[in-house]
């Protein structure tokens, strides 16, 4: 019988929404906000602990969260000049005494908790050091990163961020073909990807095929 393993889940939130032209961790979504969004659905697929790291107004999204038991929020001073790798390091740092991360921007509260469940499952059986999920052959949010890639990762300095940094693992990555889910491409830097969000969300998830080009 495989031993369980204990998933964080590390939420970089740090950034200014400049692409957006209103703070997006806060906007409405569902009966709460995008961000309390993200972390419910991390919470529903049973990972251990959720780790958000903010940054610009980090003291707003600690108040929306506060009440989400499970739920960590660490705080990136640094958000005016980082980026989100930076935001991603601070999340496995705390995050050393669990057997591996899921790592999800904040701003994708609509992955499927069936979605998180296969790929924890294969994270399980596994002995991947970096589970991935796949659309159209492409690789999209969110990967599942072993344990033993956090040394490297923290060392990291090369450009090019997560996405990067994890193809030093490319031979022991696995590929997880998930091609019913819209919200592993999901994100909501715009406003047009945040009518695309609410129009998704207010479908009740029905497949139909939504693009994030």
């Known amino acids: ?43 529903d697929a049973g990972v251990s602990k959720v780790i958000v790291v903010a940054g ?4 707003e999204i600690e108040e929306e969260l506060a009440s989400m038991s499970g739920t960590e929020i660490i705080h990136n001073d640094n958000f005016e000049h980082g980026d989100m790798m930076e935001s991603v390091q601070m999340g ?12 999800v921007p904040g701003d994708m509260p609509m992955i499927a908790e069936e979605t998180y469940q296969v790929l924890f499952t294969w ?15 492409q ?4 990967p599942v990163i072993s344990r033993e890639c956090f040394p490297y990762l923290l060392r990291f300095r090369e450009g090019g961020g997560l996405r990067r940094a994890l193809l030093h693992y490319l031979e022991s990555t696995v590929l997880v073909t998930v091609e019913d889910d819209p919200g592993c491409i999901m994100d ?17 998830r029905k497949r139909h095929g939504i693009s994030a080009d």
């Open 1 to 43: 019988m495989i031993k369980k393993k204990k998933i964080a889940g590390i939420v970089p939130c740090a950034g200014l929404s400049r692409r957006m032209g209103a703070f997006k961790p806060l906007l409405p979504f569902g009966n709460g906000t995008i961000i309390r969004g993200t972390v419910k659905s991390l919470l």
């Open 56 to 59: 610009y107004r980090a003291d």
């Open 92 to 103: 496995i740092a705390r995050a050393l005494a669990f057997d591996g991360a899921v790592v």
């Open 123 to 137: 994270f399980e059986a596994s002995e991947a050091s970096v589970v991935i999920p796949s659309r159209n052959g």
């Open 139 to 142: 690789r999209i949010h969110p």
């Open 188 to 204: 909501t830097d715009t406003p047009q990807d945040y009518v695309r969000l609410m129009e998704y969300y207010g479908t009740g």
